[in-house]
């Protein structure tokens, strides 16, 4: 059963800002701690940013400067608003929780072109 939902995602040129959204269900959201990964074609995922029930943001190094990421507590959302992108961000972006539960969303695919 899928428990979120992402969306968003599209095909943009180098430095042009995009913002993804993740609707979660209630059971996935509630008091949790809320996570972005990316994935590529051949590896794993790999943490990009991730939210605390409070808001704290905390990034990994390679999108931290660059990307934002925020929660709606109300309306069970997750946002990462991506700036001054590059080609290597490009890939398939997914909300979880932390720690993750093994139900994924579809994923939102990112491409970014020099």
């Known amino acids: 059963q899928v428990k979120s939902v992402e969306s968003g995602g599209g095909s943009v040129e180098a430095g042009e800002s995009l913002r993804l959204s993740c609707a979660a269900s209630?059971?996935?959201?509630?008091?949790?701690?809320m996570v972005w990964l990316r994935q590529v074609p051949g590896k794993e995922r790999e943490l990009v940013a991730f939210?605390?029930?409070?808001?704290?943001?905390n990034y990994a190094a390679p999108w931290k400067g660059r990307f934002t990421i925020s929660r709606d507590n109300d309306e069970r959302m997750v946002y990462l608003k991506m700036d001054n992108r590059k080609p290597e961000d490009t890939g398939i972006y997914y909300c979880?929780?932390?720690?993750?539960?093994?139900?994924w969303g579809p994923g939102t695919q990112v491409t970014v072109s020099a």
């Open positions: 939210v605390s029930r409070t808001g704290f943001p």
């Open positions: 209630g059971s996935v959201f509630d008091d949790n701690t």
């Open positions: 979880n929780r932390i720690p993750t539960i093994p139900s």
